[in-house]
Nanobody, 115 residues
Framework: QVQLVESGGGLVQAGGSLRLSCVAS????????MGWYRQAPGKQRELVAT???????NYADSVKGRFTISRGNAKNTVYLQMNSLKPEDTALYYC?????????WGQGTQVTVSS
């Protein structure tokens, strides 16, 4: 089993920045990927960004150029630096750990962007 704990969400004005953090513990294997998904009220969960254990990144088009995903030196942490935030970025952000075909999820951290 893998446990994921997110932090860093909050309320910010449009144009502002937030940094999300996630720490994974438990049965961590390599190679793997970690990342962030988000779900707004009434919408499906969607990809924000992922990063592999070899640091290959993938971003949703809607966040390219504004968000940056990175991993910590210990490789069991992942960060999401979010700049130039927009009201449409408001959602519950979930950290995920991906190993083979298995996805593990955190509880989510709320990001609210006011206009």
């Amino acid at each position: 089993q893998v446990q994921l704990v997110e932090s860093g969400g909050g309320l910010v004005q449009a144009g502002g920045s937030l940094r999300l953090s996630c720490v994974a513990s438990g049965s961590i294997f390599s190679p793997n990927a970690m990342g962030w998904y988000r779900q707004a009220p009434g919408k499906q969960r969607e990809l924000v960004a992922t990063i592999t254990s070899s640091s290959t990144t993938n971003y949703a088009d809607s966040v390219k150029g504004r968000f940056t995903i990175s991993r910590g030196n210990a490789k069991n942490t992942v960060y999401l630096q979010m700049n130039s935030l927009k009201p449409e970025d408001t959602a519950l952000y979930y950290c995920t750990y991906i190993y083979s075909v298995n996805y593990y999820w955190g509880q989510g951290t709320q990001v609210t962007v006011s206009s």
